[in-house]
């Protein structure tokens, strides 16, 4: 059964920006080891990473019906990469399953966030 349906869409020159910016939001979205998995990457790459991750997240707690804050933050949401690429939630305070989907184009990243019960 469904719980909830979140979606967002981030520009990416916005996330590149910010973390020019204020380098120390890389440790306020990223948990460690999306942080390890984020130093792997290229620049545009990186890019392209820590948006999807900030975009996953707040589709995330979109789809929990709360929005970022004290109920759901970045760091209570873990998502990597399954060994074929695949972007899987693999820490959640959800009690169920959570499905994400991120997609890139060369400007925008936009992602979905299914959370289902049973």
Do not use: C
Not at 21 to 42: G, N
Not at 55 to 82: C, H, L
């Amino acid at each position: 059964m469904i719980y909830g349906i979140g979606i967002d869409i981030t520009d990416l020159d916005r996330v590149a920006q910010v973390v020019a910016k204020q380098p120390q939001f890389l440790e306020k979205v990223l948990t460690p080891d999306e942080i390890v998995d984020y130093r792997q990457l290229s620049q545009r790459r990186a890019v392209e990473f820590i948006g999807g991750r900030w975009s996953a997240k707040e589709s995330y707690s979109k789809a929990m019906g709360t929005g970022i804050g004290s109920v759901v933050g970045f760091q209570d949401i873990e998502i990597r990469d399954n060994a074929q690429g695949q972007p899987i939630v693999t820490r959640q305070p959800f009690e169920g399953i959570a499905h994400v989907s991120i997609s890139h184009t060369d400007t925008v990243v936009m992602t979905e966030v299914i959370l289902e019960r049973g």
